[in-house]
């Protein structure tokens, strides 16, 4: 009686070509943005083409950048992390504090990474070990530390830093490149492999669209999480070094409201906000975008509360259009089939 | 045949003609029609992906129809919204009731038609009386103003029946509405269900289960790759003529039990117990087994089933995979000690949705498609097709979203995954689920394969049919307990039932 079919049918691996989903993707249309953006820049001013003026432009998002990298991980996985600017001042503070004891540029170094990786591991472990949502844990952190640094330093500053820790924020490596913006190359190759290569970056995705069968399926869904969490409190130290080293001063107001732009920067770069989706190519395109947006802003003379408006307004943009989009090609398929 | 001269008779209560409706790239219903009659019960069949659901949500106003015309009472209507359809007397209760947890029965009830007092606040003295005298009169025992959370999933059916009551709804559209309830509550949903026939509403009801469909139901339609392929009386048809419209093939409910060779112990299980779920669990799995886990929705098997795979803790117990003494405090720890476990809850648990059909298939074989740490994507591709392959899964290419997949190949993809792992104790828990009848006898045969193969199968099922037909050995639990064991020789459904319903056993057995 039994009919069922026992020959396999042929199903292809791909109906789509990997380029052919790539010219329809977010990404290169970020491509054709960033170079609009290029041109209309290059034609605004004429000191915007100038490859010194380019490398200074640079510092407007390197460090933000650095920060985006594993903050696109840890959105991707469904969670957030909001304390990162907070931590930047917490580090910040941290070294200023052993800069005046006397310490010197490597030990300093060490205390920046291990600060941020500390702080990294107390949002973690909050968020993993006792179960409570991200947004909220981070929020409390964002206080804390920053809270904290206001403490230490009251309305003084550290200024005296040892000449060899400029290098980090001011050193060159070659010509017009700068250390920073050769670190930031390397970050996004790292986090590109990391999260389109590897096991790691394939339950992350797991993890973002659906924790619980990600969980069912042995992955380590708490232990991938804090992990994540460490990542970008580490990031985050790794810009607060940076970050200390150009300006040369730590004040508990540094980096204030940071967390928005790297949120803004990974969400303009085609991360879903709800987790699941996005990739680091998108992120660096949307880091270079705006990054020659407030470059082009200070070359026109626009100030810089207008520049927060238009953050404010990008974000809002970037999380809007793909669902405004998504709802009109569903009411088109509907009226069009 | 009484029957038929009234119901032919009477005036269509909604009658749909031509109905066609077509996704990018599918053709999801073919000039469908249908037609629903008063105090008539019309059940609609079909495989999964038959179309069934697509036309609900037409009914419903949540699709647009590309062509054709809904008649109510005769009069030509359209439903741009699904308020439209609700207004217009279309209400549909869904197999998973979409109701509001957190609010109370009767604000469930009345919730987008309150009545409101004279200075537009909601009349809450109104809505509380009214929603009592409509449960009292569906003949359910809940207070309307307890949270909906703390109700069972049959009443919270009865609370969905009581809002299709309070809209005063003509057509009422039940989408499998026993799938998730047990023997005696879904007895009571058929009392109900004569209680709406009397009333004089049209209803269509929608089941996989052929028992249901005779028992309730006056009237059939048979759709087959969104086109209706028959129409008529139940009384004049068989279950066998039904399958065969479903299919356009026979397939019989023959289930496909090949006698393996049954060897050595693979798992042992001993004094497993839990605070709230389960205690005093006992039992052996041995090589080529097929251990059905039978009892009633609750009884504890999926909890337990669930302990075993180490996502909850249990308070006490020894696993011995193999002989040896085996620690489990995670899934990948079962996983590697080769338990899997293919869940009830197929969308939430089972299938990444999101993510690609090979994707889903290597997650938790990542090591063997990766080297140190890198993934090879060739790789990952060669093990997706060879278990895709092997239980013959439909889909358009494996670089597609498991969630576009319909339930049986989405089933067909969980499963492919854990064989990937090469496990030897495999846990499906409520297999055949809310798939259609192909799908069904394709994972029975597959089951009966593994066990030949040498893989120890657990099923957890409710169905008894599938229990009696796949079956070697049955345990039976009830309220957390194990109440029975069963061989294949002493199988019969009576003593099934009597045991999971703990009315004591068969003369002569010990339970």
């Known amino acids: 009686m039994i009919s069922v079919e026992q020959t396999a049918r042929y199903v292809p691996d791909r109906l789509k070509s990997p380029a052919a989903r790539w010219v329809k993707s977010w990404e290169s249309l970020l491509i054709v943005v960033a170079l609009a953006i290029f041109i209309t820049n290059s034609f605004a001013s004429p000191y915007f083409l100038d490859p010194w003026n380019l490398s200074d432009a640079s510092f407007n998002f390197t460090e933000k950048a650095l920060i985006a990298f594993a903050m696109a991980l840890v959105i991707i996985s469904g969670e957030i992390d909001l304390s990162v600017a907070a931590i930047i001042a917490l580090t910040s503070t941290a070294m200023g504090y052993a800069a005046q004891a006397g310490f010197d540029t490597p030990m300093l170094v060490a205390i920046g990474l291990a600060t941020g990786l500390g702080c990294g591991a107390i949002n973690g472990l909050l968020v993993t070990g006792l179960g409570l949502p991200s947004i909220v844990v981070t929020i409390g952190t964002m206080s804390l530390f920053r809270g904290t640094s206001f403490i230490i330093l009251g309305d003084q500053a550290f200024t005296s830093y040892p000449a060899s820790f400029a290098y980090f924020g001011q050193g060159y490596v070659w010509w017009v490149f700068s250390f920073e913006l050769a670190l930031f190359v390397v970050a996004a190759i790292v986090y590109g492999l990391l999260l389109h290569k590897t096991n790691f970056g394939r339950a992350v995705y797991a993890i973002g669209n659906n924790a619980t069968a990600a969980l069912f399926s042995g992955i380590r869904v708490g232990r991938i999480k804090f992990i994540l969490f460490l990542l970008t409190g580490l990031m985050a130290g790794m810009a607060s070094i940076c970050l200390t080293s150009r300006l040369g001063s730590t004040r508990p107001s540094i980096a204030l409201g940071w967390e928005l732009e790297v949120v803004t920067m990974v969400v303009l770069g085609g991360v879903n906000i709800l987790g699941g989706s996005g990739s680091i190519p998108g992120v660096v395109l949307a880091a270079l975008i705006m990054g020659m947006v407030t470059f082009g802003f200070g070359l026109l003379n626009v100030p810089g509360i207008v520049m927060s408006i238009f953050i404010g307004l990008l974000l809002i943009l970037v999380i809007a259009l793909p669902i405004v989009y998504g709802r009109l090609s569903r009411r088109w398929a509907r009226s069009a089939a | ?511």
């Open chain 2, 1 to 511: 045949m009484l029957h038929d001269t009234t119901t032919s008779r009477i005036a269509p209560a909604i009658t749909l003609e031509g109905i066609s409706k077509s996704f990018p790239g599918v053709r999801a219903l073919s000039d469908v029609s249908l037609t629903l009659y008063p105090g008539s019960v019309t059940a609609l069949v079909g495989e999964n992906g038959a179309g069934k659901s697509t036309l609900v949500k037409i009914l419903t106003g949540i699709y647009k129809p590309d062509g054709g015309s809904i008649r109510i009472n005769g009069t030509a209507v359209s439903f741009p919204t699904a308020h439209a359809a609700s207004k217009a007397g279309v209400t549909a209760i869904h197999q998973e009731t979409v109701l509001f947890d957190d609010l109370s029965v009767a604000e469930n009830i009345f919730i987008g038609h309150a009545p409101k007092t004279r200075f537009g606040f909601v009349d809450w003295a109104f809505v509380n009386e009214k929603a009592r005298a409509l449960l009292k009169e569906i003949g359910a025992d809940i207070d309307p103003s307890i949270r909906l959370r703390d109700l069972g999933i049959a009443n919270r059916h009865l609370v969905a029946i009581a809002r299709a009551l309070s809209i005063d709804a003509q057509v009422v559209i039940m989408d499998e509405p026993t799938a998730a309830l047990s023997h005696k509550e879904i007895h009571e949903l058929s009392e109900l269900v004569e209680k709406l026939k009397a009333a004089g509403k049209a209803i269509l009801f929608i089941s996989h289960k052929f028992d249901e469909i005779f028992r309730i139901a006056d009237r059939y339609t048979v759709f087959r790759d969104g086109r209706m392929v028959g129409e008529g009386l139940i009384s004049q048809t068989t279950e066998d003529q039904l399958v065969r419209m479903m299919v356009g093939r026979d397939v019989g409910q023959v289930f496909p039990k090949k006698q393996a060779e049954i060897g050595e112990p693979v798992l042992t299980v001993a004094g497993y117990r839990h605070p709230t779920e389960f205690e005093d669990i006992n039992f052996e799995l041995r090589r080529g087994e097929i251990l059905g886990f039978y009892g009633l929705v609750g009884a504890g098997r999926s909890e337990f089933m669930q302990s075993l795979f180490g996502v909850t803790k249990p308070s006490a117990g020894a696993v011995r995979i193999d002989g040896n003494i085996a620690v489990i405090r995670t899934p990948s720890e079962a996983i590697a000690q080769g338990i899997v476990y293919v869940p009830e809850e197929r969308g939430r648990q089972g299938a990444v949705i999101g993510l690609p059909i090979f994707q889903n298939v290597t997650l938790p074989s990542l090591g063997q498609v990766s080297r140190k740490g890198f993934l090879r994507m060739a790789r990952e591709f060669a093990l997706a097709r060879e278990y895709t392959a092997r239980l013959d899964l439909r889909a358009a290419s494996l670089d597609q979203d498991v969630g576009t997949l319909s339930g049986g190949n989405q089933q067909k993809v969980v499963i492919a995954k854990w064989l990937a792992t090469k496990p030897k104790v495999i846990i499906l828990d409520e297999p055949t689920k809310g798939i259609d009848i192909g799908s069904k006898a394709a994972v029975h045969a597959f089951m009966s394969e593994l066990a030949a193969e040498g893989l120890s199968v657990i099923m957890v099922s409710s169905e008894i049919p599938e229990i009696i037909g796949m079956a070697d050995r049955v345990i039976v639990m009830r309220e957390g307990r194990i109440v029975g064991r069963f061989e294949r020789e002493e199988l019969t459904a009576e003593r099934l039932v009597r045991a999971a319903a703990g009315i004591g056993a068969v003369p002569g057995e010990g339970a």
